[in-house]
């Protein structure tokens, strides 16, 4: 079985200081790993995805990722935080290779203070 | 391009109405996909369409949900005598599926239906 647990369920940070949001998995398989978010009333964006390449992977937005084997984690960072982050940020796992292959994290609720 | 589209993007019923939710693929895709997402809850699986194969229905938490995708694009969900508790937000996604079962691609994501059962 593949899961995949998020931390912080919310997490607050001041504008400009840095952003990192949890993500821990577990997978019998090798996984890809996604990060999306999805802005208040919107639809589901992805941010950036792993998927066996390079470690680190770089997504939208300023937001980048590292994918850590050994800690079983894909943790979510950027540098600054800006106002319009403000978003729920979910986690995914997909490494079944059937229908139901994408597990998702409860999900992190970011605020951005000014 | 044009995205996932989902109609309608809210619905009011009464408790015992059946509903009809539809999903407009991006065009090519051959997998799809339906989650529901209730409030402040992560994504619950549902069911999975990919090709002419038989879809996998695992998530589809009771009898009274069905799913059907016609001519390999459009696809309907289907809720029968409604209840309060299916009162949701359900989204639809689909994917290039070019690898067996979608493992590892991209979905995207529709701006879903909120349906509210009262």
């Known amino acids: 079985a593949q899961s995949v647990t998020q931390l912080d369920s919310h997490v607050s940070v001041s504008e400009g200081t840095p952003v990192l949001l949890r993500c821990n998995y577990s997978s019998s398989y090798s996984p890809s790993l996604f990060w999306y978010v999805q802005h208040p009333n919107k639809g589901l964006q992805l941010l950036l995805k792993y998927t066996s390449a390079a470690t680190l992977v770089k997504g939208i937005n300023g937001f980048e990722a590292e994918f850590k084997k050994s800690e079983t984690s894909f943790h979510l960072t950027k540098p600054s935080a800006h106002m319009s982050d403000a978003a729920e940020y979910f986690c995914v796992v997909s490494a079944l290779p059937r229908g139901q292959n994408f597990v998702f994290g409860p999900g992190t609720r970011l605020s951005v203070l000014p | 391009g044009a995205g996932v589209s989902q109609s309608p993007s809210n619905k009011v019923t009464e408790k015992g109405k059946d509903v009809e939710l539809r999903c407009d693929p991006i065009s090519g895709h051959t997998a799809l996909y339906w989650y529901r997402q209730s409030l402040g809850q992560g994504l619950e699986f549902l069911i999975y369409f990919q090709g002419n194969s038989a879809p996998d229905k695992s998530g589809l938490p009771s009898d009274r949900f069905s799913a059907e995708r016609t001519g390999g694009s459009v696809s309907t969900l289907t809720i029968q005598r409604t209840q309060q508790e299916d009162s949701a937000v359900y989204l639809c996604?689909?994917?290039?599926?070019?690898?067996?079962?979608?493992?590892?691609?991209?979905?995207?994501f529709g701006p879903g239906t909120r349906l509210l059962v009262l």
């Open positions: 996604a689909s994917s290039l599926a070019l690898r067996t079962g979608g493992f590892g691609e991209t979905q995207y």
